[in-house]
């Protein structure tokens, strides 16, 4: 059986107090869990935030990692800085770092690298844009996506990863994949993993990203591949997050 995971992601949201209040109000209104709790906060307030959630189990995430891992890369954040600041997760080939900044596939593969090395755990975004789906290569988008990785870090190391199913078109755009699409897809990331290793296929978590809701929740989470949600414009209003972490 495994663990279910809903993580939120702030984006680049919010002041450092709007961050500390949310982070508040989610440390206060959990309660008990089964499940784990993660928020993707940006870099800026991760001390701020690992400050007011040090008594809550409510993990750390980071929403980018470098690739390398240090030296002469102005603007970057590397694994080992995001590990001294207490992250246990980060965010690595999130669309909008894709489609925004012009991560690739093999510069993903290496930040999720980077980000084993230091003991981070990274949550591995895959997912296909609107126009893919429509000409039917999601499957093969979503391979690819995930072969790069799998190539570079090797199969093992999804024994210590997440992977999140976010299709593009769903992302902010309030268009849910159906419980049913979603889990077409999560059961075929399930099968490519279980080609190499079926025990880590079993135990990987793959979370839905995509216009996540309070409402839309508890169906999304029902479905047998998929344990838990990445939420990113639900997971700034803490009523609604914390419906969403009940809705497992
Ligand atoms: C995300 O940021 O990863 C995300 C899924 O956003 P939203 O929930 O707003 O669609």
């Not at 499940?35 to 040090?54: G, H, K, M, N, W």
């Not at 290793?197 to 079993?202: L, P, V």
Request: aromatic content about 6%; glycine content about 10%.
């Amino acid at each position: 059986m495994r663990q279910s995971l809903i993580m939120g992601n702030w984006k680049m949201n919010g002041s450092r107090e709007e961050g500390q209040q949310l982070a508040k109000a989610l440390a206060e209104g959990l309660g008990s869990v089964n499940q784990e709790v993660a928020v993707c906060v940006p870099f800026v307030y991760l001390s701020d935030i690992r400050t007011v959630l040090a008594a809550s189990p409510i993990a750390l995430g980071a929403q980018n990692v470098a690739d390398q891992a240090s030296g002469a890369y102005t603007g970057e954040v590397s694994a080992a800085m995001l590990a001294d600041c207490g992250v246990k997760y980060s965010l690595v080939g999130h669309s909008e770092r894709r489609s925004y900044y012009g991560d690739s596939n093999e510069s993903v593969a290496k930040r999720f690298v980077q980000a084993q090395k230091q003991n981070i755990i990274p949550v591995l975004c895959v997912g296909e844009t609107l126009e893919e789906r429509e000409q039917n290569r999601t499957f093969q988008v979503v391979e690819e996506q995930l072969d790069t990785v799998i190539d570079a870090a090797g199969i093992e190391a999804f024994a210590n990863a997440v992977i999140a199913y976010e299709p593009v078109w769903a992302i902010g755009t309030g268009k849910t994949a159906s419980d049913e699409q979603a889990q077409e897809v999560h059961k075929y990331i399930r099968q490519q993993i279980a080609k190499r290793s079926q025990a880590i296929a079993d135990k990987v978590q793959i979370l839905y990203g995509g216009s996540v809701k309070p409402d839309n929740a508890k169906g999304l989470f029902a479905m047998p591949d998929i344990d838990g949600g990445l939420v990113g414009g639900a997971s700034l209003d803490a009523k609604g997050f914390l419906q969403i972490c009940h809705s497992v």
